[in-house]
C-alpha cells in the first residue's frame, strides 16, 4: 500500500481532533448554533458534521482527542484502506442523522458516536482478513457488543456516569455504529474508493 493511501485513515483521524479543537476555542454562545437538534436537523443540515466536534467539557474532549489518537495509530498499523477511510467520512453526518430515531434526545454534541463508527470501520476491515487480523477484528468486535450491551443505547436517552462530569448519550454510540455499516455498504455498493 502507497504511503498517501495508508496516511488517509490517521490523517482523518488528525482532522477530526484538530476540528474539535478549533470547535472547543469558538465562544461558548456558538453552541447552540453548531450542536445537534433533531427539530433543526433538516433545516440546518451542517448540524449533522459541527455536533460531532463540540465537546461540553474539557474531559469530554480530552476522552475523544485520546480515541482519535487510537484510532489514528491502529488504522496505520493495520493499513487501513481509502475505501474505509470514505466510509468513515459517509458515517460522520449519518451518526448524527441516525439520532432521529431518538427524537426525544433534543441535543448532542460529541465525537463518541464518530469514533464508534471508526472502531465499526476497523472491525469489518479486519473480519475479511486472514489468520490473526481476522481474529483480532472477532475480538474487537465482541468488545464493542459487550460495551453497547452494557451501556444499554435504547434505554435511558441521557445516562449519569460516576467518572463522567457530563451526561452520556448511548444511543450516539449504536448510532455510529450502525452508520459504518451503512457507509461501508454504500462505499462498497457503489465501487467507490480503493482497497
Known amino acids: ?13 488528525a482532522l ?10 469558538l465562544p461558548q454562545a456558538w453552541s447552540s448554533a453548531i450542536d445537534w437538534q433533531a427539530a433543526l436537523a ?3 443540515p451542517w448540524r449533522s458534521f459541527s455536533a460531532a466536534l463540540l465537546h461540553l467539557s474539557a474531559q469530554h474532549l480530552l476522552a475523544n482527542l485520546a480515541g482519535c ?9 493495520i493499513r487501513m484502506p481509502p475505501r474505509a477511510c470514505l466510509a468513515w467520512l459517509l458515517a460522520w453526518p449519518l451518526t448524527q442523522l441516525g439520532l432521529l430515531a431518538r427524537p426525544a434526545l433534543q441535543h448532542y454534541a460529541g465525537l463518541s458516536g464518530v469514533l464508534h463508527a471508526g472502531v465499526m470501520l476497523i472491525v469489518l476491515t479486519l473480519l475479511v482478513r486472514r489468520g490473526r487480523e481476522r481474529l483480532i477484528g472477532a475480538l474487537i468486535l465482541v468488545g ?13 436517552l441521557l445516562q449519569a456516569r460516576e467518572d463522567w462530569d457530563i451526561l452520556i448519550a448511548p444511543f450516539a454510540h ?3 455504529v450502525l452508520a459504518a455499516l451503512v457507509s461501508a455498504a454504500l462505499v462498497r455498493g457503489l465501487g467507490l474508493g480503493k482497497g
Open 174 to 176: 449504536l448510532s455510529g
Open 42 to 44: 433538516m433545516r440546518e
Open 69 to 77: 489518537a487510537v484510532l489514528a495509530l491502529l488504522g496505520w498499523t
Open 1 to 13: 500500500m502507497k504511503l498517501a493511501a495508508r496516511a488517509c485513515w490517521p490523517l482523518l483521524a
Open 16 to 25: 477530526l481532533a484538530l476540528l474539535a479543537l478549533a470547535t472547543w476555542a
Open 144 to 156: 464493542l457488543l459487550v460495551k453497547l450491551y452494557l451501556e444499554d443505547p435504547l434505554g435511558p
